[in-house]
């Protein structure tokens, strides 16, 4: 008797302790506050909305802004004082072709971006090679039928100068070549929704965003042969991306470093992010 009577006042004590454990992690994480401004990537900002939703659903107490102009904009921006995080195609603390480092700054890997060259949906071409996207992109390539579609003018759209998204298609989709820049048949749009609504809108046209935004209304193109899926970026075959990046002056702390750890988590990484269409840091070996 005495034994069960002392397993069972161990069961219960062990499951008060749990429970009190549980209602300490809870009161603690419902004491975080604070405010988080982020501004920069508009690649990244569909990842940082539904990020912060889920984080202030758990900490109440912290208020989150969000804003995309860019993914210069975002070290800038950090750099000024006027936002917490920056977020950026890039690691914004080293030199990348056209940007010099942000100094002081910590690069907070966040998300694997995969891009596309995207085209209207009445493009009837499926599969562009290297060659073929810097001829069309510089200019050179003006009509579709040069590379197997339809007799129609190539429509080029682009990316302002300080996106990430186009820092990275010119790396690695056209291998540094450079872009058009006038033109009858050249247009040029500050974000990636301002690109969907471009390539939704005009016919013929072409250009290039990371796949959170692709719609029905356009296609994906394989690039040399290969699709911009999950599966072609983690073996190498596609090569068109990039990783996220939340930029901090200095190492984060307080309830920043709590928003990134909680971007970073296999929680989100393995479910809201996946479901984004962007790719988990942990699925890359590099």
Known sequence: MKTKWFKHTLLTVLAVAVAFGSVSAASAASKLNGKIVINGSSALLPLTLQAANEFKKKNPKVKISASAAGSVTGPQSVRKGIADI???????SLDVPGFKAFDGQVANKVAVIPFAAVVNKGVKAT?????????????KIKNWKEVGGDDAEIVVVNRAFGSGTRVNFQMKALDGTNFMSK????????????????????????????LVYVTDKMRALNINSYAPTEANIISGKYTVWAYG???TKGKPTGAVKAFIEYVQSKEF????????KFIPISAMKN
């Open 245 to 247: 990046y939340y930029m």
């Open 269 to 276: 990484q393995n479910g809201s992010l996946k479901k984004l």
């Open 127 to 139: 599969n562009l090679t290297t060659k073929q996207l810097q001829g069309i992109f510089s200019g």
């Open 183 to 210: 033109g009858d048949n050249y247009k040029e749009v500050k974000s990636s929704g301002d690109m969907k609504t471009a390539i939704e809108t005009t016919p013929n046209a072409i250009g290039y965003i990371d």
């Open 86 to 92: 920056g977020a950026c195609d890039w690691d914004a």
